[in-house]
């Protein structure tokens, strides 16, 4: 939990009492590689802190499989469409590595917002995804299939070291063919 604390306060100093009530409703979890942590279809009811491990966002088009992103370790990841709006997952989460993560439930994230340092840190946090999803995702559009890739190598350099040639290519949106002539170049 001392990893989320130190996480949290690199955004917003807390007090005792706010560190408590997180040891109190955050819950470690444990993935084993390749194991599903949401299903699509499923409700998604919790917020993860990647402790240790890599997490695959992907959902599926015409059978086939899309990275939509690759978590490491201390990012914050959920199926934000159906956590928020309380929705069946049109995507699924799944540990690329044996994974421990630190889970909120929404119901417990209520239970924090008592702690304006909460509130502080989610609005700044929430910011921040919406600031990145806009940047990257007119940075990827507007790059040539090595630009993309020299992009993610800058932004998540562990996701190119650790993830799946595969996934990598399927996140940028390029073939695995082209993904491995660029990284021999």
């Known amino acids: 939990m001392k990893q989320l604390a130190d996480y949290i306060e690199q955004i917003i100093k807390l007090d005792d009492k706010a560190v408590q009530a997180l040891y109190q409703l955050a819950e470690t979890e444990h993935y084993s590689k390749n194991q599903h942590i949401l299903e699509q279809g499923e409700r998604c009811t919790k917020i993860w802190f990647l402790k240790t491990g890599m997490v695959r966002k992907y959902y599926l088009s015409d059978g086939k499989e899309i990275t939509s992103w690759i978590h490491t370790e201390n990012e914050t990841f ?9 929705l069946p997952s049109t995507e699924y989460l799944q540990a690329c590595e044996d994974t421990v993560a630190i889970s909120i439930t929404r119901q417990n994230s209520e239970k924090l917002i008592q ?21 990257h995702t007119k940075a990827l559009h507007a790059a040539d299939a090595k630009g993309k890739y020299e992009y993610l190598r800058k932004i ?14 399927s996140l940028l949106g390029i073939s695995q063919e082209t993904l491995s002539r660029i990284r021999k170049g």
């Open 156 to 169: 998540a350099p562990e996701t190119v070291k650790r993830a799946k040639l595969g996934h990598i290519a």
């Open 115 to 135: 702690f304006p340092q909460f509130v502080t840190f989610t609005n700044t946090l929430m910011e921040r995804e919406f600031v990145n999803i806009d940047v």
């Open 78 to 86: 959920t199926s934000l469409q159906s956590y928020a709006l309380s």
